[in-house]
């Protein structure tokens, strides 16, 4: 891989920096092509310029076929072992791990017979299963990649914070690979196809057992054109049915949990993002109807079309991811028969959030603050919009701006 310019991601490099030279081993997940291999070569920089030879920096990117011939884990431990020359401490770095057999066990024994400090990444959550995870359990910490955020789209682009490059980032999303085309739709529409295309491919199709490809793509669709609204497999089911999106006009509704397996692989794959519905009043987690989020609303636009009247829920699957890069675990809040957008938290910090284009209509302004004002704690409450206003709160909820917000 090329290293010259390559572009800083602060956020995800500062998280590697406080967790280099501890034992736990360094995971990154996160979609294909959102910048995984690239965070690797700066923090491989960054190790050199605090004059680490080269020599004990190992990197191995099991998608060139440079490394083809490493199939299974003692074939994979006898490589590394015969480069691991001296007792110095090595960094060894393993891209798209999930393509040798039973890697974990050879990861493990690095581990336990050298002096290492070791990063993984993978493009699916089949990475880190439950068989495999058990060998490593307690001795991993997983760094969660998505996207360039808004900020760092700008930052990329090299353009000013302002409603225009706001406007772009909807549009053409946050892929860093779209940031040398500039902003022509149809080369940015190519590249995303090429990412999707290869996503589903490798990433779904070929880690689960995916029986009707064109069913998965109706599902795609079908969720892609419904972020932010109240579903679950069943209704997604019902709906292809009832909006004749079976393919090959087949009338038969497919069955709830051939829906939920594919969903779950889309999920794998961090194409999808699910939230859970919680009882605020009764403090509990509800079982049914979810809320999902796209990875890349560019994606989203290269499979849909962009159309300016979901603009509400693509701005509300702005500010989920944004929650998700700020390390906040998000749910979808239940107010008695009230919804409030986002319950974001993380240790000793709670917000409720309520996103929402505009407030410039009353009717707008009462019905996003109702729910807040139903929640008797004293977490904070936010309202973010659209909207420049000089007014700060609305009975001590928040009101903050969505751009200034972003790149705070």
């Given at each position: 891989m090329k290293t010259k310019n390559l572009k800083p991601r602060n956020n995800y490099l500062n998280k590697l920096l406080q967790f280099k030279d501890i034992e736990t081993i360094k995971?990154?997940?996160?979609?294909?092509?959102?910048?995984?291999?690239?965070?690797?070569?700066?923090f491989i920089e960054d190790l050199k310029k605090q004059n680490i030879s080269s020599d004990n920096i190992i990197y191995i990117n099991f998608e060139s076929l440079e490394f083809d011939f490493i199939t299974n884990y003692k074939i994979f431990y006898d490589y590394v072992k015969n480069k691991i020359t001296n007792?110095?401490?090595?960094?060894?770095?393993?891209?798209?791990?999930?393509?040798?057999?039973?890697?974990?066990?050879?990861v493990n024994s690095f581990r336990v017979d050298f002096n290492v400090d070791i990063y993984l990444t993978g493009s699916?959550?089949?990475?880190?299963?439950?068989?495999?995870?058990?060998?490593?359990?307690g001795r991993y910490v997983e760094i969660k990649m998505l996207p360039l955020s808004y900020k760092e789209f700008i930052e990329f682009h090299n353009i000013t914070k302002n409603e225009n490059s706001f406007q772009a980032y909807l549009k053409y999303g946050g892929f860093p690979s779209i940031v040398e085309l500039g902003f022509n739709q149809d080369r940015v529409n190519d590249v995303l196809e090429g990412i999707y295309n290869t996503v589903i491919l490798k990433d779904v199709l070929e880690q689960n057992d995916i029986k009707d490809g064109a069913l998965l793509q109706k599902i795609v669709r079908f969720v892609s054109d419904n972020i932010g609204n109240v579903t679950?497999?069943?209704?997604?089911?019902?709906?292809?049915?009832?909006?004749?999106?079976?393919?090959?006009?087949k009338k038969k509704k497919?069955?709830?949990?051939?829906?939920?397996?594919?969903?779950?692989?889309?999920?794998?794959?961090?194409?999808?993002?699910?939230?859970?519905r919680y009882d605020?009043?009764?403090?509990?987690?509800?079982?049914?109807?979810?809320?999902?989020?796209?990875v890349d609303v560019g994606m989203r636009n290269?499979?849909?079309?962009?159309?300016?009247?979901?603009?509400?829920?693509?701005?509300?699957?702005?500010?989920?991811?944004?929650?998700?890069?700020?390390?906040?675990?998000?749910?979808?809040?239940?107010?008695?028969?009230?919804?409030?957008?986002f319950i974001a938290e993380k240790a000793n910090d709670k917000i409720y959030i309520q996103v929402s284009e505009t407030l410039g209509d009353q009717e707008i302004l009462e019905r996003e603050l109702m729910p807040l004002l139903a929640i008797a704690d004293n977490y904070e409450k936010w309202?973010?919009?659209?909207?420049?206003?000089?007014?700060?709160?609305?009975?001590?909820?928040?009101?903050?701006?969505t751009i200034d917000w972003l790149c705070e």
């Open positions: 995971v990154i997940t996160g979609i294909r092509r959102c910048g995984k291999s690239k965070l690797i070569h700066l007792k110095d401490r090595y960094y060894l770095f393993f891209d798209e791990m999930h393509k040798v057999t039973h890697w974990e066990k050879a699916n959550a089949n990475l880190l299963s439950s068989d495999i995870s058990s060998l490593i359990a679950s497999p069943n209704s997604i089911a019902g709906s292809l049915v009832s909006n004749k999106q079976m393919v090959h006009n497919p069955a709830r949990s051939t829906v939920e397996n594919y969903i779950g692989a889309l999920e794998k794959a961090y194409i999808f993002y699910q939230a859970q605020v009043k009764g403090k509990e987690l509800l079982k049914s109807l979810e809320k999902y989020y796209i290269m499979l849909l079309g962009y159309r300016d009247v979901d603009r509400g829920h693509i701005l509300e699957n702005i500010i989920f991811l944004e929650l998700l890069r700020r390390d906040y675990k998000v749910k979808i809040g239940k107010v008695g028969e009230k919804e409030v957008d309202i973010i919009t659209n909207d420049k206003t000089f007014v700060e709160s609305y009975e001590g909820i928040k009101v903050k701006n």
